[in-house]
């Protein structure tokens, strides 16, 4: 086999999704409430962003609230919203002026109205940035997304503008909350769970998965970077025979 017949490693991923679990266990292992371990995984996100550009990652999508965790307490479910609000406000100028480009995916109907107020103004102020594309996943889930796209185009074959023959796997995709982004490349999920919980179902497709047993709030840049250089010399392969 020449050089140039080996199968090419995929190098840095372009689009890396994030599913950040384990701060409960974290701060109970500390003997703190729960909500101490979402602070210490909000101090982990900043630093992850930033880490992005020197890895080579363009994209960056972390799952902060799922469809799911209203059924968290509701003592829970408040601090988280309250953490989401303050970071925000925090970070907001920190990432226009250090090139990161936030968008949110997820229905943000069920949101607090302040919350999206400050989600739609972060995304606006931060639209012209281009050096990381992070993306938060709020109230999101992936049956969901997949459910609420499927409404907006049956309306569309309802009003005449699409027609049912033409529907195919493109169709869909310029329906749903990603469809501005690239699939992700490599998924990783911190804290030793070895599922995918309903994140990013469609677009995950020929993802590569990563399950490590650190918890989100020790997951540090040289974890991120140790992870992105294993990911460097696996071979993807779409579906295909090697070459
Ligand atoms: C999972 O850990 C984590 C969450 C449900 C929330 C994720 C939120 C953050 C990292 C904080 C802030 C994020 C942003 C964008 C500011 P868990 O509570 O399920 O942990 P456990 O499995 O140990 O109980």
């Known amino acids: 086999m020449s050089k140039s017949d080996k199968a090419k490693p995929a190098g840095p991923p372009n689009h890396v999704a994030i599913i950040m ?5 974290w701060a109970q292992a500390r003997g703190k409430p729960r909500l101490f371990g979402h602070r210490a995984g909000a101090k982990r996100v900043r630093q992850i962003v930033e880490a992005c550009p020197g890895l080579g990652v363009k994209y ?12 968290r307490t509701q003592a829970e479910v408040a601090g988280l919203m309250l ?5 925000i406000k925090q970070e907001t100028k920190d990432m226009v002026g250090n090139g990161i480009r936030v968008r949110f995916i997820g229905d943000r109907i069920k949101l607090d109205k302040k919350l999206v107020t400050l989600m739609d103004k ?10 990381v594309h992070m993306t938060v996943a709020l109230n999101y889930g992936g049956r969901d997304e997949v459910a ?17 023959e033409d529907v195919d796997e ?3 995709t310029r329906f749903l909350d990603t ?17 995918i919980s309903n994140f990013l179902l469609w677009q995950s497709a020929y993802a590569e998965y990563e399950f490590i047993d650190t918890l989100w709030p020790d997951f540090t840049p ?17 579906g295909a025979v090697p070459k």
């Open 83 to 87: 953490l989401f609000r303050r970071y």
């Open 60 to 71: 960056l999508t972390i799952f902060a609230f799922s469809t799911e965790n209203w059924k």
């Open 21 to 25: 679990d384990g701060n409960g266990r």
């Open 122 to 131: 972060l995304e606006k102020v931060t639209a012209h940035n281009d050096l």
């Open 179 to 195: 469809h501005v982004l690239p699939d992700p490349d490599l998924v990783i999920r911190t804290s030793g769970e070895a599922r």
């Open 222 to 238: 040289e974890i991120f970077a140790a992870i992105l250089d294993g990911y460097g010399n696996r071979e993807r392969r779409f």
């Open 148 to 164: 609420r796209a499927t409404k907006r185009l049956a309306q569309e074959v309802a009003d005449g503008k699409l027609k049912p």
């Open 170 to 172: 493109e169709t869909l």
